[in-house]
């Protein structure tokens, strides 16, 4: 379990565990991605709408669209943060897990081929390699994305797919909920144990997170509700 963080702690889990419930690993949710490679820190502070699509194990778990921030450990956003429950949990299984970055959804990789090179064939005779994709990216990801040559195949086919492998979550204090807790599969409908009646989960000391948009905060609000209703109506407040 969790140690303490930003004013939570890891009690709840504790106390499950020893009434015997089974306890899911908590591990971050909603959070930026941690990547195997060593360039990060080159394109860091820059950001670009784009759709992303996660893999894990060799199996497409889901894709979002939206703003991407490019950060010194590797992405970050909204959009990297709605699929970040698979991907960590993922990593922290063994599996392999890639984020495959589209930085250009609204073309094809033949369309972008096609408009590369128009530009190159246009302005190539007075602008090196870097200075023909100004406009068209952030600085920082050219410098990342082009060396010495201009290939627009090559320079396609990295911004229709920029895979980053995934090595786990930024860090846990960093993070906007986490996953796991206790199975609920071991609670009644109202949130009652099974195991030992009388004590009742709530929040996110249950297995049970959602994505961005207030769906974390109404779980709380409403497992609580559910619970402490349950418990009153009972008599069963220990």
């Known amino acids: 379990p969790a140690s303490n963080v930003e004013g939570?702690?890891?009690t709840g889990y504790a106390l499950a565990e020893k009434l015997g419930h089974a306890?899911?690993?908590?591990?971050?949710?909603?959070?930026?991605?941690?990547?195997?490679?060593?360039?990060?820190?080159?394109?860091?502070?820059?950001r670009m709408d784009g759709r992303i699509i996660l893999e894990v194990n060799g199996k497409i778990i889901g894709q979002e669209q939206g703003e991407i921030l490019f950060t010194e450990y590797g992405i970050s956003g909204i959009s990297v943060f709605q699929l970040s429950r698979y991907a960590v949990r993922g990593a922290a299984e063994g599996k392999t897990a890639v984020y495959h970055l589209d930085l250009m959804p609204k073309l094809t990789k033949e369309e972008l081929v096609q408009y590369l090179a128009d530009r190159q064939r246009q302005n190539g005779t007075y602008k090196n390699p870097q200075e023909l994709l100004i406009?068209?990216?952030?600085?920082?990801?050219?410098?990342?994305l082009v060396k010495k040559t201009y290939?627009?195949?090559?320079?396609?086919?990295k911004l229709k797919d920029w895979k980053i492998s995934v090595k786990g979550a930024y860090a846990l204090r960093q993070a906007q909920i986490c996953s796991g807790g206790v199975d609920p599969e071991e609670l009644t409908d109202h949130l009652e144990s099974r195991l030992y009646p009388g004590v009742y989960f709530a929040g996110e000391v249950i297995d049970v997170d959602g994505p961005c948009g207030g769906y974390n905060l109404q779980w709380a609000w409403s497992s609580g509700a559910v619970a402490g209703k349950a418990a009153a109506r009972e008599g069963k407040i220990l």
């Open 8 to 10: 939570s702690s890891a």
């Open 23 to 46: 306890i899911v690993k908590p591990l971050p949710s909603l959070c930026g991605i941690r990547g195997k490679d060593n360039y990060y820190a080159k394109w860091a502070g820059s």
């Open 135 to 144: 406009g068209l990216l952030p600085k920082k990801i050219i410098d990342v």
């Open 151 to 157: 290939e627009p195949e090559k320079i396609a086919e």
